[in-house]
């Protein structure tokens, strides 16, 4: 599966922005999705996942409650909605693909397929 990440850009502390991940080549009904980001100079953290069975969501704790994550299976596209952004949340977003066992979807070696990331930018 081939992924397209879009829909970065700049936005002010307290904005919004809502990234897209696009597949071709196979459907995302057949894997979980995760959103991981990198910050200049750090490693790439694991933000949100959405389960391929169920649709169950997870999330990093600093974006609970302001990250959703969803997915138009129709659309075969991967939505993540960040609301509330602080400058902390400037990265690269890298959406992923894969079938990572529940313990390990927060672990970006246990995804196989990834985008090229889409940068992410929030001024103070």
């Known amino acids: 599966v081939q992924l397209q990440a879009s829909g970065g850009g700049l936005v002010q502390a307290g904005g919004s922005l809502r990234l897209s991940c696009a597949a071709s080549?196979?459907?995302?009904?057949?894997?979980?999705v995760g959103w991981f980001r990198q910050a200049p100079g750090k490693e790439r953290e694991f933000v949100a996942a959405?389960?391929?069975?169920?649709?169950?969501?997870y999330y990093a704790d600093p974006v609970k409650s302001r990250f959703i994550v969803s997915r138009d299976l129709s659309k075969n596209t991967v939505y993540l909605q960040m609301n509330s952004l602080k400058p902390e949340d400037t990265a690269v977003y890298y959406c992923?693909?894969?079938?990572?066992?529940?313990?390990?979807?927060?672990?970006?070696?246990?995804?196989?397929?990834w985008g090229q990331g889409t940068l992410v930018t929030v001024s103070s």
């Open positions: 992923t693909a894969g079938n990572p066992i529940l313990s390990a979807i927060a672990t970006s070696g246990a995804y196989q397929h």
């Open positions: 080549g196979r459907t995302f009904s057949s894997y979980t």
């Open positions: 959405i389960r391929r069975t169920g649709g169950h969501t």
